[in-house]
């Protein structure tokens, strides 16, 4: 894999070995998700927004209210850090120290400019089918008045890295010994699946705290 993303900005410094830089690894990450937080100074003050993107190539589009404050200070070609994180589990450690969450992130750096009107429709149906594949061509065709009120940046992909956490706990080697139940707890189906730490005593038994997890919108 290629390091064309990798910038002196972008590498990872801590846990090094869970960085990558290449295009193909960022694109499946974003191209799963759809929300994204943005990051920028307004006024002097920092935010961070949460906000609905889709990606074409190496263009990420992001769109608003063209009225919106935030939206027209992000379209001011300042600094801006783009990230998406998509949760996959929960690592149950033996130790609060060693517990953790297993993802897959992308930060990007970079700067927004408005779209082209002519390339604005096309953008706001990259987003739409970004979070519903094949939706757009069910609804309604788009308004002229519609267009005027939104407006769509383009953040081209240039500067940026993945990170990702895979796998069961790392316990301090002691902790092993310890009858504490310990492994992952897995999202990637609709109901959270404990999966025991391979190193896990078998007479330890599953707490009910695991056994009935459940995310908070779906308690």
């Not at 897959?104 to 987003?127: H, Y």
């Not at 094949?134 to 940026?160: C, F, H, K, N």
Request: charge should be negative; include cysteine.
């Amino acid at each position: 894999m290629s390091d064309d993303l990798k910038s002196s900005r972008t590498g990872l410094h801590r846990y090094p070995t869970r960085g990558h830089h290449d295009f193909e690894t960022m694109a499946a990450i974003l191209d799963e998700a759809f929300v994204c937080h943005v990051g920028f100074v307004a006024n002097g003050l920092p935010y961070v927004l949460p906000m609905a993107y889709g990606r074409n190539e190496r263009v990420l589009y992001l769109h608003g209210s063209a009225q919106g404050r935030m939206l027209n200070a992000l379209a001011s070609s300042q600094p801006i850090c783009v990230t998406v994180t998509l949760v996959d589990g929960l690592v149950l450690a033996r130790s609060g120290l060693h517990s953790s969450v297993n993802y897959r992130s992308v930060v990007m750096l970079g700067s927004a400019e408005p779209v082209a009107a002519d390339e604005r429709e096309q953008a706001l149906k990259c987003v739409t089918d970004q979070i519903v594949p094949g939706r757009w061509e069910t609804l309604r065709p788009v308004s002229a008045a519609e267009l005027d009120q939104t407006m769509v940046l383009r953040m081209d992909i240039v500067e940026a890295s993945a990170k990702i956490r895979t796998g069961p706990p790392q316990d301090d080697e002691e902790d092993y010994a310890l009858p504490i139940w310990a492994g992952t707890l897995d999202f990637s189906v609709s109901d959270p699946v404990p999966v025991p730490d391979p190193r896990l005593d078998p007479a330890v038994a599953l707490p009910e705290h695991v056994a009935n997890y459940r995310r908070r919108s779906q308690r």
